[in-house]
């Protein structure tokens, strides 16, 4: 097994009564859910975000922490956050990375999977 596994995964909720379809504002809300399945306790320092619209355009969002936080997980710890994002179309998408440091001081990264943000529900 690997030292450091960090598992990330996603849902995304359209917030119906933020958002302005007229105005071409779309508002979802996203939960994440850091889980440290390695050997290793590691700490998120940083995020990088890569939000992509229906039309292409594409956001890069960087920031220290996550909601103000920089969570240290021990091997079997989770971290659970809501935050959230503003799209100028119903559709779209997120993925990216947290930067973490390891106790050791070993750097590394931790893939945020694809997932989307529709304002429809798909069935």
């Known amino acids: 097994m690997n030292d450091y596994s960090i598992k990330v995964s996603a849902e995304s909720q359209y917030q119906a009564d933020s958002s302005s379809p007229n105005e071409g504002r779309y508002v979802f809300a996203y939960t994440i859910t850091i889980e440290n399945r390695g050997e290793k306790a590691a700490q998120l320092l940083d995020r990088h975000w890569i939000i992509t619209d229906a039309d292409g355009k594409v956001q890069e969002v960087r920031g220290q922490g996550v909601v103000g936080e920089q969570p240290h997980l ?29 106790d050791d001081g070993i750097r590394f990264q931790a893939e945020i999977p694809v997932f989307s943000l529709t304002s429809t529900r798909i069935h």
């Open 74 to 102: 021990r091997p079997g710890e989770s971290f659970r956050y809501t935050s959230g994002t503003i799209l100028a179309t119903p559709l779209g998408s997120m993925q990216g990375f947290y930067g973490m440091v390891g």
